[in-house]
């Protein structure tokens, strides 16, 4: 058999066995439901009057953890701008085309080069 259809061959055959071994806990034909419960998410968006708080609050969680957006480098407005177009036009993200810009504003001014250096938490004010 050549090496290509050999590893297609093993591949198909793991997949068969981890599913076997899967237990009937995991399978859809035994008839039980699984149940698994997520950690709250205990990372908050820093408080801010600006108007981008609640609107980042209110659209970005939906599909980033705090935390994740928490975690990122330190980008500037417009690179903040980009980022958010980018999540709205090629990802789909419900965000209203009058939001893109307070909530790029309130990620620079909050997440953005004045933080904090490495702590991911915005710089004191």
């Not at 198909?12 to 076997?20: K, M």
């Not at 789909?92 to 004045?114: F, K, S």
Request: charge should be neutral; include cysteine; aromatic fraction near 6%.
């Amino acid at each position: 058999m050549p090496p290509r259809l050999a590893h297609l061959h093993f591949g198909s055959r793991l997949v068969a066995l981890l599913l076997a071994g899967a237990g009937p806990g995991l399978l859809a034909e035994s008839g039980h439901s699984v149940e698994i419960v997520l950690p709250a998410d205990t990372v908050m968006f820093a408080p801010s009057s600006l108007k981008g708080f609640s609107a980042a609050q209110a659209n970005c969680v939906v599909c980033h953890s705090t935390e994740y957006i928490r975690s990122q480098p330190p980008l500037s407005l417009a690179a903040w701008t980009a980022e958010v177009k980018k999540m709205k036009k090629v990802f789909g993200a419900p965000i209203a085309d009058d939001q893109v810009e307070p909530i790029a504003h309130y990620l620079a001014e909050t997440y953005g080069p004045a933080r904090a250096p490495a702590s991911g938490t915005p710089a004191p004010k």
